[in-house]
């Protein structure tokens, strides 16, 4: 049974499509309407702030369905391979809609108020970076990776940037796997 979106529902993935595709200056608010079938001043009934607004409640609900999602893959059992593997598929979008959401999301902050963007990158970072980072501190720690637990940064924006990369091919469902242990491998210490 097919889910109906609300009108606010619909407004936001169209916008989110737009940001996806051409970035915060390329979103227009009256093609938001038109797409969604409404009049552009019934975009402003449901986001008065109007497209600052907008762009702030797309991407905190990215956000919080990100954070979700990485929660539940670092929840996984298994080794670090195994959980760096289902980490790197719960970033990255199957259906290649909202694929470099991340950068686009991060451009527009330059062209927002300073209040809007402190919010947004303290739950980008709190929500999306810390955990990831916290297991590669972890993993550091431990001596299963080579470095200083300061290090961890560095890790995870390389790891979620290669993450973010992985194209979902139906002939290679192995490929985020492998590009998990490649990514692994130049992590590990080197046997003696």
């Known amino acids: ?18 940001l996806a595709a051409g970035g915060y200056l390329a979103a227009s608010l009256d093609l938001v309407a038109r797409e969604t079938g409404i009049k552009k001043p019934s975009v402003y009934h449901h986001f008065p702030g ?12 990215y956000i919080a369905t990100q954070h979700a999602k990485i929660i539940a893959a670092m929840a996984t059992e298994g080794d670090l391979v195994t959980r760096l593997t289902a980490l790197a598929v719960a970033v990255v979008d199957p259906t290649g809609v909202l694929a470099g959401f991340d950068d686009r999301l991060f451009d527009a902050l330059s062209h927002i108020d300073d209040g809007t963007r402190t919010a947004i990158s303290r739950a980008y970072v709190t929500q999306l970076l810390d955990p990831v980072e916290a297991l590669f501190r972890d993993e ?42 490649l990514f692994c491998d130049g992590a590990r210490p080197r046997p003696q």
């Open 140 to 181: 550091l720690t431990s001596g299963e990776l080579v470095g200083s637990p300061s290090d961890s940064a560095l890790l995870t924006n390389a790891f979620l940037h290669m993450a973010r990369g992985i194209t979902f091919r139906p002939d290679d469902p192995d490929l985020p796997q492998q590009l998990v242990t």
């Open 50 to 61: 109007g497209k600052e607004a907008l762009l702030a409640e797309v991407g905190n609900d």
């Open 1 to 18: 049974m097919a889910t109906t979106l609300t009108t606010r529902e619909q407004i936001k993935d169209v916008f989110a499509r737009q």
